[in-house]
């Protein structure tokens, strides 16, 4: 089992970065895949990113290029780096762990592990 803790979340304006993480307590970190999600007002929750043991990465293709997750399993965290925010970066990201595959990596349904969320706001 995952415990998942995410921070890193608040007001930016458009054009700024932030960095998100998240803390996993647990076994086994290395053994899952992790990844970003977001949810914004009146939306459904969507794929951003997600990594593979050992770096396979995945990226939403409204975030490619601006995006980037990494993970320490030393330090058993994942980060989501996020430049050139946008307005419509606006959400609640959600950290999320879980033994997706391939086919299954952009789909919430394949995580079984999920933090409780911190909110990205940008506005200027």
């Known amino acids: 089992q995952l415990q998942l803790v995410e921070s890193g979340g608040g007001l930016v304006q458009p054009g700024d970065s932030l960095r998100l993480s998240c803390v996993a307590s647990g076994t086994a970190f290395n053994n899952y895949a992790m990844a970003w999600f977001r949810q914004a007002p009146g939306k459904e929750r969507e794929f951003v990113a997600a990594i593979r043991w050992p770096t396979t990465t995945y990226y939403a293709d409204s975030v490619k290029g601006r995006f980037t997750i990494s993970r320490d399993n030393g330090k058993n965290t994942v980060y989501l780096q996020m430049n050139t925010l946008k307005a419509e970066d606006t959400a609640v990201y959600y950290c999320?762990?879980?033994?997706?595959?391939?086919?299954?990596?952009?789909?919430?349904?394949?995580?079984?592990?999920w933090g409780q969320g911190t909110q990205v706001t940008v506005s200027s």
């Open positions: 999320a762990g879980g033994r997706a595959i391939l086919s299954t990596i952009r789909n919430p349904d394949a995580y079984n592990y």
